[in-house]
């Protein structure tokens, strides 16, 4: 339950981190609004989570390198789908412990002791987030969303809000993802190109080269410890700071 409500907590910051009062502070979204409409409003962010975790998270680049190394494995169904958004929810908890528990001791705890409010837990709760998205997004994602919502660029990246920095993150991801997954098809592309010349030129074209590399993919890769390869990179590249 404290996972769902701190994850609830950080989906209405990121929700609530556009409007301003006057004195150029950040609003609740619920501030102003009734008891029953506070209600809607939690439900429609539960509903709004997951798709935050989809897109806002390193689920998305390691939902993307998954799918191509099953592609270039030519494996079709396995592993299935479910199993592979298994895995990356799982790698996801290991990246993004330390951004929620920093989250948690930064806005949430103090808010469940009363020391603080509302609006003031949510702005604190936001920035490791988006601490977090910004050393992956890049500058050329940021500049695009800048200029298509006529924003002033700011002093220094740390000034953007959660509305420019989470769009470019994930575009900055999925290119990263697509980088990620093209190396990984390259070695079983050789295999694919190597088992098809051999077939061909013995005259086994009733035979698909595809069913004859197979075997051998997977034994590559199994030979390679290649779980622990691919999985040990996607991991190391969160803690490397950014994408290229």
Not at 106 to 132: C, N, T, V
Request: charged content about 10%.
């Amino acid at each position: 339950m404290k996972t769902l409500a701190l994850g609830l907590f950080l989906l209405q910051a990121v929700l609530s981190a556009a409007p301003t009062t006057k004195a150029g502070t950040a609003t609740p979204a619920t501030a102003s609004l009734p008891a029953p409409m506070q209600v809607v409003f939690v439900l429609t962010a539960m509903t709004l989570l997951p798709a935050v975790i989809v897109s806002v998270t390193p689920f998305l680049r390691i939902t993307i390198v998954l799918h191509f190394l099953r592609q270039a494995l030519g494996t079709q169904s396995a592993p299935s789908n479910q199993v592979l958004l298994g895995m990356a929810l799982f790698f996801t908890l290991v990246i993004m412990k330390p951004v929620v528990s920093q989250a948690y001791e930064a806005g949430w705890a103090p808010h469940e002791r009363g020391e603080i409010g509302l609006q003031d837990a949510m702005l604190r709760g936001a920035e490791p987030l988006k601490s977090f998205l910004l050393k992956y997004c890049r500058e050329k994602d940021l500049q695009l969303f800048l200029e298509f919502s006529k924003s002033a660029a700011p002093a220094k990246p740390a000034d953007l809000g959660l509305e420019i920095v989470a769009p470019a993150y994930i575009l900055s991801e999925l290119r990263a993802g697509f980088q990620i997954g093209a190396v990984l098809f390259f070695p079983f592309l050789i295999i694919d190109l190597i088992v098809a010349s051999v077939t061909l030129s013995v005259g086994m074209v009733q035979l698909p080269p595809v069913m004859i590399s197979a075997p051998f993919k997977i034994l590559l890769f199994v030979l390679a410890d290649g779980w622990n390869l691919v999985v040990g990179s996607l991991l190391r590249s969160f803690q490397t700071g950014g994408v290229g």
